[in-house]
């Protein structure tokens, strides 16, 4: 069973800097997609930042390029997730996600407040 857990949120001014640990257990391919989504009160979940194994290319989505970067420790089988010159419009629940042999696992979530 692959399990996930999510730390490092809370709360953060604006122009601030946090970083969002996830640490996986269970039996998970080193080639697995690791990624982070996250859902804003009344909006859609979405993708902040994936990264694959091998090349071990992110992929970013427009409003975090540039402030966000995505990595991972296999050895750890830990991904993180350092965000910089955080705004309000960040503040969201932020969700990490493993594709392992094309199922998908998803953490509980961890909170993130940036105040302005």
């Known amino acids: 069973q692959v399990q996930l857990v999510e730390s490092g949120g809370g709360l953060v001014q604006a122009g601030g800097s946090q970083r969002l640990s996830c640490a996986v257990s269970g039996s998970v391919f080193s080639g697995a997609a690791m990624a982070w989504h996250r859902q804003a009160p009344g909006k859609q979940r979405e993708l902040v930042a994936i990264i694959r194994d091998g090349a071990n290319a992110a992929v970013y989505s427009d409003s975090v390029k540039g402030r966000f970067t995505i990595s991972r420790d296999n050895a750890k089988n830990t991904v993180y997730l350092q965000m910089n010159s955080l705004k309000p419009e960040d503040t969201a629940v932020y969700y990490c996600?493993?594709?392992?042999?094309?199922?998908?696992?998803w953490g509980q979530g961890t909170q993130v407040t940036v105040s302005s």
């Open positions: 996600k493993v594709v392992n042999r094309g199922i998908a696992y």
